[in-house]
């Protein structure tokens, strides 16, 4: 069974204006005579996977069984023309559109008036089975209105995923994981994955944040790309023997960040990046250790369905 606890699908206007102005001054200054204007109108439709079709296309290639449905809200600083609430009942409709397949969360920014109550109305009511929070966007994650949001995640025992690490580009906050300790040490029932636990640079900061919660999980995202390198398999088997050893395994979460717009990351990437995680065991053998094949089958879904409250169908397409 595997479970990909990252994943992005994305419909018209989701994203805000500024990131495609962003991209298309980009595109424009790798070509002389280009001009923003000239291409921004090509950049959204790249990004676009309106009913999930492609995301579960890509999911029957490489073998996942359900994939955790992230929407993001970017919040008051940026404009987008979707309002929040189309964006996270976009999620739910993918899920129903596929089920058993699709884990949808909501995603909302706790400064937008009345977070708290509308993020109550997509667990209670989609239902969503968690939250994703991005405080890269502008806010304090240890600030009143962000706790207004963990207490309704712990009345109903949803984990909230916090990305960490490097943020996107626009977003001038490196998402330092020491910053949810005082979270965690607040609110102990809460349980939270560090989304991307902390990549490039923050596995260790990540494992202080686990070490002061056992509610507290790491997924492990962008450690692999589709371009990653035997070397690179081989750091991140050494971070999850570290992990292992300190938190346990069954706190640690596979996931891709898949995007599944036409123009993203590309029909290859997410069957490469599984495959790239599978042979982590060989080579933690290159390096000295052992990651054992049950460890490997928490890791891939085992500890996300648990921490879900999720059962696969017996009817999925992947690798029971």
Avoid at 126 to 133: C, E, R
Avoid at 195 to 204: E, I, Q
Avoid at 227 to 247: F, Y
Avoid at 268 to 284: E, G
């Amino acid at each position: 069974m595997i479970i990909d606890c990252h994943t992005h699908v994305l419909d018209a206007g989701f994203w805000p204006r500024e990131w495609f102005d962003h991209v298309a001054a980009d595109w424009a200054g790798r070509a002389p005579g280009r001009r923003p204007e000239m291409v921004r109108h090509r950049v959204e439709p790249g990004l676009l996977d309106p009913d999930g079709d492609r995301m579960v296309a890509a999911m029957d290639r490489a073998g996942v069984d359900a994939a955790v449905l992230l929407p993001w809200d970017w919040g008051p600083d940026f404009h987008a023309r979707a309002s929040v609430e189309r964006v996270n009942e976009h999620a739910l409709a993918v899920a129903a559109r596929h089920p058993g397949r699709i884990i949808p969360f909501a995603g909302v920014d706790p400064r937008r008036p009345g977070a708290a109550e509308l993020v109550e109305r997509f667990l209670r009511d989609g239902p969503a089975y968690g939250v994703k929070l991005y405080p890269a966007c502008g806010w304090d994650p240890a600030g009143p209105a962000a706790q207004a949001v963990y207490d309704v995640c712990q009345s109903f025992d949803v984990p909230v995923l916090f990305h960490t690490g490097h943020p996107l580009p626009l977003l001038d906050d490196p998402g330092d994981p020491l910053q949810l300790l005082p979270v965690v040490r607040r609110n102990p029932a809460l349980r939270v994955w560090l989304g991307h636990a902390g990549a490039p640079d923050g596995f260790d900061a990540c494992l202080a944040v686990a070490a002061a919660s056992e509610r507290v999980s790491l997924e492990l995202s962008v450690w692999l790309w589709s371009d990653s390198t035997a070397a690179d398999v081989e750091r991140l088997a050494s971070r999850v023997v570290a992990a292992r050893d300190s938190v346990g395994i069954g706190r640690l979460l596979f996931g891709s960040d898949h995007v599944s717009g036409p123009r993203t990351r590309g029909e290859s990437f997410l069957p490469t990046v599984v495959d790239l995680f599978t042979s982590l065991p060989d080579a933690a053998r290159r390096i000295g250790h052992r990651i054992t094949g049950d460890e490997m089958n928490a890791m891939l879904g085992r500890n996300a369905a648990r921490q879900l409250h999720w059962t696969v169908p017996t009817s999925s397409v992947g690798r029971q």
